[in-house]
């Protein structure tokens, strides 16, 4: 590199200069030679390629308008009418759900206790509650039926946990024979009119009442309004008999304001849907007039059987199964329809698009493509004539202008860089802060790096500061946890002794989640003074997700087990109810055993948990290796296996989750099943508290300072025979188990 006078000679600024001047001479001759080229092609091209152009549009578009048309509108019908099927099957299990709990409570109504319940309060507008209404000359004070009130309560809890499961649900409910009416929503305040009176209300009078108690059976009603709040919806209803007589009618209502709203609003550019139910009436459409408009039941004409019968048949296989396109001709012209059945309620969603806005696109872009034409022509042709007269006076000037540009730019990128070498070697010790100064903003890499630079000076502060900033975020978030831990654990059975009346059997189980909060839970409670039923469980996930899902599984697993189902019925009818709005993909394994209190019967089913262990009374702890089924929530339909064990006084159990067994050391080992079985059998004969104290003492000590990743969560129960029994401790004999 030399310098000439002001001219560096090798440096930058003269590279800059000769790579412009290469560029210059290089474009100026191939624009040249490219633009007389494309001169003498492109006239001819145009004219030639005019024809086939038009032609290949119009087929090609209305081709590919005619596959989307069909595409879209099969997809539009199906996905809307499978929307609403699975909206309508999470109604029908709710309603079959509160009707199997209301069975029992009342085939055998000394077995459960009289509930409180309480009627409308307007300051509890917002927050999902039971409320109690009776209809108007109903004697709230007789004694009887303050007896049937109370026992029906004890579905308020359910129905409450049932109303949260969709948004779309406007309240669960149960009416009884003789006025009185326990609903359970978050809508207190439109009970009360605007007087602040309460409103009357009589369910006997009601279209679902009477239509199930007609038909005997779970039915859903035809769109209805609602009496308390205006809006339209449908009811599933279904009776409950004792002894062949009425006992009471369970339900649960959806509203449909967001598919009347979803419809009407449907007509854009020629397409629209509409509604028709399971009598061919319109029950939702965008249309007022023509043979698509909603028509009282006893004006509107049954569209199974038009006068057109390419419509008629349509609306024959739509409400039956999913139709091809079809082409129908109406009276506003030819039109496309497509049909998809909402098998759950009976009714079809029709989608509709005219001819004419399908072709439209085509005829449009055929218009615009002529006049875009001619006018490229006619301008094409001026400024070509145009363009050959002033090119070679333009490329002079750009030239110059280019190599002026060169010298001045090279200079102007020179000298920032020499600027910022000077003062980086100006740098000291106690000054050692790069500052961003104007000279060096030009826009382009120079800048970058000059940021880059005065970037690096702070970032010692600024590490400080974001520091002292996280510390704090993390402070809040751990109080925040704090309180979501008590929470839990509250939900969680956590006084103990837990029946010290109970001389038949000892029970104590601990949950130490992993975080703040956990996804594993155990559960016991006696469904009547014979039974005892016990659960373990582990959510997949873990945290504040996994602590909602486990509690959500836990109040569903309690209420189907208090049903009286079998292990295996109460972890199916859970799937079903979890999998009917599980939106987040997630499953809980679980272990459910119920013992026969009298005779030590042990029914037990597995959803994909750890294996129980069992000791008999002298022996060990040992494994009992039972049948697996799937897990809860990964796929409804699934059927589990029950087993039953026969325990003698003295026997104990222990159930786990996966956390004992995979708790990790420092070292990445894990403590095992060896090691939990030693733990547990270091002292045998242990009551039920102290046993789960040496397993987890013993876990501790296995893991120490290492970071635990999973819950450790542990139940240990002791049997000691019925109440006539306890205290004795029979020899042990042959432990019998059968599937």
Not at 354 to 367: D, H
Not at 526 to 535: A, F, S, Y
């Amino acid at each position: 590199m030399r310098r000439f006078k002001n001219l560096v000679i090798g440096g930058i600024q003269n590279k800059i200069f000769n790579l412009i001047l290469i560029t210059v001479l290089l474009l100026t001759a191939a624009s040249i030679a490219v633009t007389l080229y494309r001169s003498n092609m492109l006239s001819g091209l145009v004219s030639e390629t005019s024809a086939l152009q038009q032609a290949a549009i119009r087929e090609t578009t209305q081709t590919v308008m005619d596959e989307v048309v069909r595409r879209s509108m099969s997809k539009t019908s199906q996905m809307e009418a499978y929307i609403a099927n699975d909206l309508f099957d999470g109604l029908k299990n709710r309603v079959m759900l509160l009707g199997e709990y209301a069975q029992k409570l009342f085939n055998d109504p000394k077995a459960h206790q009289r509930m409180p319940v309480f009627p409308p309060d307007p300051a509890l507008n917002g927050s999902a509650a039971a409320q109690v209404i009776y209809a108007s000359g109903v004697d709230e004070t007789d004694a009887g039926l303050k007896d049937r009130v109370g026992l029906a309560a004890n579905l308020s809890d359910m129905m409450v946990s049932l109303y949260g499961v969709s948004a779309e649900t406007n309240s669960c409910f149960i009416a009884l024979p003789e006025g009185v009416f326990l609903i359970a929503d978050d809508r207190s305040a439109a009970k009360f009119a605007s007087d602040g009176s309460q409103k009357p209300y009589d369910p006997r009078t009601r279209p679902w009442y009477v239509q199930a108690v007609e038909q005997g059976d779970l039915i859903i009603t035809d769109v209805e309004t609602d009496a308390f709040t205006g809006d339209i919806g449908v009811v599933c209803a279904m009776p409950v008999y004792v002894d062949g007589s009425l006992a009471a009618v369970v339900g649960s209502d959806l509203f449909l304001t967001s598919m009347r709203d979803a419809v009407v609003t449907s007509e854009e550019d020629g397409t629209y849907l509409f509604v028709v139910n399971q009598q061919g009436h319109v029950v939702f459409s965008p249309k007022t007039e023509g043979p698509f408009r909603v028509l009282r039941a006893s004006e509107a004409g049954d569209l199974r059987f038009s006068d057109d019968p390419e419509l008629a048949g349509l609306i024959q296989d739509a409400l039956r199964s999913p139709t091809d396109l079809r082409q129908i001709s109406l009276e506003e012209g030819s039109c496309y329809m497509i049909g998809a059945p909402m098998e759950a309620v009976g009714w079809a969603l029709i989608s509709v698009c005219t001819l004419e806005s399908v072709s439209r696109p085509s005829e449009l872009l055929l218009t615009q493509y002529g006049d875009i034409e001619r006018n490229t022509l006619d301008t094409y042709h001026v400024k070509t004539d145009q363009s050959r007269n002033s090119s070679l006076i333009l490329l002079g000037a750009v030239t110059l202008l280019m190599l002026a540009g060169a010298l001045i730019l090279g200079k102007h990128i020179v000298a920032p860089l020499n600027h910022i070498t000077r003062r980086i070697s100006e740098l000291r010790e106690g000054d050692m802060e790069f500052k961003m100064e104007d000279r060096y903003r030009t826009g382009d890499e120079i800048e970058e790096l000059a940021q880059s630079f005065a970037a690096l000076s702070h970032k010692t502060v600024d590490y400080v500061e974001q520091v002292r900033t996280v510390t704090a975020e993390k402070e809040r978030i751990s109080s925040e946890l704090s309180l979501a831990t008590t929470i839990q654990s509250a939900m969680l059975p956590h006084i103990f002794p837990a029946f010290p009346d109970r001389t038949d059997f000892d029970i104590y189980a601990l949950m130490d989640p992993a975080k703040e909060v956990g996804g594993d839970f155990y559960d016991y409670f006696l469904i009547d003074e014979d039974h005892l039923c016990m659960v373990m469980a582990d959510v997949s996930g873990k945290g504040v997700p996994g602590a909602l899902f486990m509690m959500a599984s836990k109040i569903i697993l309690q209420s189907c087990a208090m049903l009286g189902n079998s292990a295996a019925k109460i972890l199916a009818r859970t799937n079903e109810a979890i999998c009917s709005n599980n939106e987040a993909q997630m499953f809980v394994t679980v272990w459910l055993g119920i013992l026969e209190l009298s005779t030590g019967t042990l029914t037990a089913a597995n959803a994909g948990h750890e294996y129980p262990v069992l000791k008999r009374p002298g022996g060990e702890y040992e494994i009992v290796r039972d049948r697996h089924g799937f897990v809860l929530g990964g796929l409804d339909g699934t059927r589990y296996t029950e087993y039953t064990l026969q325990m003698v006084p003295g026997e104990s159990l222990f159930v786990y989750t996966d956390g004992v067994p995979e708790a990790t050391n420092a070292r990445n080992e894990m403590f095992g099943v060896e090691r939990m079985l030693d733990a547990l059998n270091s002292q045998k004969d242990a009551d039920p508290k102290q046993v789960l104290a040496n397993v987890k003492q013993a876990v501790d000590h296995f893991v120490q300072d290492a970071e635990q990743f999973d819950d450790l969560t542990m139940l240990c129960m002791e049997y000691k025979g019925s109440r006539g029994q306890a205290g004795k401790a029979p020899a042990p004999k042959e432990r019998t188990a059968s599937k």
